[in-house]
C-alpha cells in the first residue's frame, strides 16, 4: 500500500522559510514521480513542482528561484525547502506519487498524501 505523510507546514512571517517533508511507505522513490501541489481556501489546487524518476525538477513560475524540491533516497523523502516566502504561499500543500509524468495531471491511480497548512502571516 503505498502512503506519502507531509509535515513541516506551520505559520511563518513573510520573507520567511520553511521545509516540507513528504515521507514515502510502500514504494521506493525511483519508481514514481514525485509532485508538490497546494490548494488555497477558494482556489483550485495548483502544481507546485515536481522532482522525477530520474532526479529532474521542474517548478511553477510563482515559486522559481526561491522553492527547491529534493529527495533523499535513503530516507524515502522528498522535500521543499521553501525561502522568501510570500502572504500568497499561504495553502494546505500536498504531495503526490505520480504514476505518469511530472508534466501530466494527477490521475485517478496517483496517491495523495494527507497535506500541511502553510501560513506566511505577519
Known amino acids: 500500500q503505498l502512503t506519502l505523510v507531509e509535515s513541516g507546514g506551520e505559520l511563518v512571517q513573510p520573507g520567511g522559510s520553511l521545509r516540507l517533508s513528504c515521507v514515502v511507505s510502500?514504494?521506493?522513490?525511483?519508481?514514481?514521480?514525485i509532485g508538490w501541489f497546494r490548494q488555497a481556501p477558494g482556489k483550485e489546487r495548483e502544481g507546485v513542482s515536481c522532482?522525477?524518476?530520474?532526479?529532474?525538477?521542474n517548478y511553477a513560475d510563482s515559486v522559481k528561484g526561491r522553492f527547491t524540491i529534493s529527495r533523499d533516497n535513503a530516507k524515502n523523502t522528498v522535500y521543499l525547502q521553501m525561502n522568501s516566502l510570500k502572504p500568497e504561499d499561504t495553502a494546505v500543500y500536498y504531495c503526490?506519487?505520480?504514476?505518469?509524468?511530472?508534466?501530466?495531471?494527477?490521475?485517478?491511480?496517483?496517491?495523495w498524501g494527507q497535506g500541511t497548512q502553510v501560513t506566511v502571516s505577519s
Open positions: 522532482i522525477g524518476r530520474s532526479g529532474s525538477t
Open positions: 503526490a506519487a505520480l504514476r505518469s509524468s511530472c508534466y501530466v495531471p494527477p490521475g485517478p491511480l496517483d496517491s
Open positions: 510502500g514504494f521506493t522513490l525511483d519508481y514514481y514521480h
